[in-house]
């Protein structure tokens, strides 16, 4: 095994390509306390852990202060008037954001901000040939790290680096890592190379700088031009690659629909939704319950239309338009109330927030929500019931809103138009579609206006 990783090492197609294996013993650290073991913390409630965080941000703006000189626990406690009770708290506090890069103990047991001592926390973004930079959390400008001070970190890394050329008016700080915080994501996609006692994973990610080297028990019989995921056990040490190990062949790298399953790997799109998300919605409706629609604003009589893409899925607004007598509209925006289905710090409500948005890819779309919502209730598709709130507001001829209001409705969509279409009306005056939707043109024509 050593002899292949040796033989690896110098003859992979990473320093055939002039990668460099730039691997220097870390830095010592006089002035800054080894860091613990990171230790994975678990919260009663989401208040719990809301709550925490906003400690730990005072404590993060106590020590931003240009007054504030580093300081042990006990004076932080009198400081901050802590009860003793609370020390186990303040310590945990503390751990994180030392383990966060926020803040560093000092030998003698005082807690600082990196800065003070030339020191800055980030993410490591690499480059393929092999140097990188620290992408700071607060918004500077990024640091560039040279390959003789990347020092075993890897593309995605959290490191704490030490400043080594402050910037100039021409060239931006220059520093090296000194410790890598925490690792990046365990999981790449890349295409497997074999060899015949090994093998390594060259990752789609080109900032990767290195490839992942593969026992050959650790393959699952993959061969050469294999897309596949791996996973990393061992990360990089000295001069060695990292090692692996693939956890699924997606398929051959010319096999139709292998580039977009990549895709999904290597950002860790989430395919399905958790048992008790699907069970949350088992609960939904299909059609809006007529229970649902009491207390709401009726706009079900008034025209309105979507407009989206030919290929969207879910349709979450609409629009209505009207000239007043008095020479003013009145424009109508309809937004599906959400909000009546997703009920905050539920499990969809986290799910959702966990995913973010609905990622659109070119044979399919991973939804935000169930389908049963995101394409059903929660879409704003035509000729049915739905749930909205709304904002009608009154225009006047230059575009200024006079007045408006913000309400609960029940809404029915005419028409699900789409911006191909509506051109054609207004500029290409598309006879056939013209006649089509002609009881939509008048408020085409007024939105043109």
Same mark, same amino acid.
């Given at each position: ?22 691997? /220097? ?8 306390? &080894? ?68 803040? *560093? ?22 480059? &393929? ?13 990024? #640091? ?10 890897? @593309?995605?890394? /959290? ?24 690792? %990046?994501?365990?999981?790449?996609? %890349? ?20 490839? *992942? ?7 699952? %019989?993959?061969?050469?031009? @294999? ?21 699924? +062949?997606?398929? @051959? ?17 989430? +395919? ?15 059609? #809006? ?42 424009? %109508? ?72 209001? +913000? ?34 043109? &008048? ?7």
């Amino acid at each position: 095994m050593k002899q292949s990783k040796k033989k690896y090492n110098k003859n992979s197609k990473a320093n055939k390509n002039g990668r460099k294996d730039n691997f /220097r013993r870390k830095p010592d650290v006089m002035h800054v306390e &080894p860091r613990p073991v990171k230790v994975e913390r678990t919260y009663a409630s989401e208040e719990e852990k809301k709550q925490m965080e906003q400690r730990k941000n005072v404590l993060v703006e106590f020590v931003k202060n240009p007054n504030y000189a580093p300081l042990k626990i006990k004076e932080l406690m009198m400081v901050l008037q802590v009860p003793p009770s609370d020390r186990k708290v303040l310590e945990e506090l503390l751990g994180e954001l030392i383990e966060e890069g926020k803040l *560093i103990r000092t030998k003698r047991g005082k807690f600082a901000r990196p800065q003070t001592y030339n020191l800055l926390a980030g993410t490591f973004q690499g480059h &393929p040939k092999g140097f990188g930079f620290l992408i700071l959390d607060e918004d500077e400008k990024d #640091v560039f790290i040279p390959a003789s001070g990347v020092n075993g970190a890897l @593309h995605k890394d /959290r490191v704490l680096c030490r400043i080594t050329r402050p910037a100039t008016a021409e060239k931006r700080a220059e520093a090296e890592v000194i410790e890598i915080l925490e690792r %990046g994501p365990e999981s790449l996609v %890349g295409t497997y190379q074999e060899s015949e006692n090994f093998g390594f994973v060259v990752p789609d990610e080109q900032k990767y700088a290195r490839d *992942i080297f593969i026992p050959k028990k650790f393959s699952k %019989g993959a061969v050469t031009g @294999h897309k596949v995921l791996v996973q990393v056990t061992d990360w990089a040490e000295e001069r060695r690659n990292p090692e692996g190990k693939v956890l699924s +062949i997606l398929g @051959h790298v010319n096999d139709p629909g292998v580039d977009i399953l990549s895709i999904i790997y290597q950002y860790d799109l989430p +395919i399905e939704f958790p048992e008790e998300v699907m069970n949350e919605v088992e609960n939904v409706p299909n059609e #809006v319950d007529d229970k649902d629609k009491v207390g709401r604003t009726d706009f079900r009589h008034i025209p309105m239309v979507t407009i989206d893409g030919e290929d969207a899925k879910d349709l979450d607004d609409a629009i209505s338009l009207e000239k007043l007598d008095n020479g003013m509209y009145r424009l %109508g925006v309809h937004i599906a109330d959400v909000t009546h289905y997703v009920k905050e710090n539920h499990p969809l409500d986290r799910e959702a927030y966990e995913r973010g948005t609905s990622v659109y890819l070119v044979d399919r779309v991973i939804p935000m929500l169930p389908h049963k919502l995101s394409n059903g209730l929660c879409s704003l598709n035509a000729h049915v019931d739905r749930l909205a709130l709304t904002c009608m507001m009154d225009i006047d001829k230059n575009g200024h809103v006079q007045s408006h209001e +913000i309400m609960e409705t029940v809404i029915k969509i005419d028409e699900r138009m789409t911006y191909t279409n509506v051109k054609k009306i207004l500029v290409d005056e598309d006879k056939a579609l013209i006649e089509r939707y002609k009881d939509f043109v &008048p408020m085409f024509k007024t939105m043109e206006d």
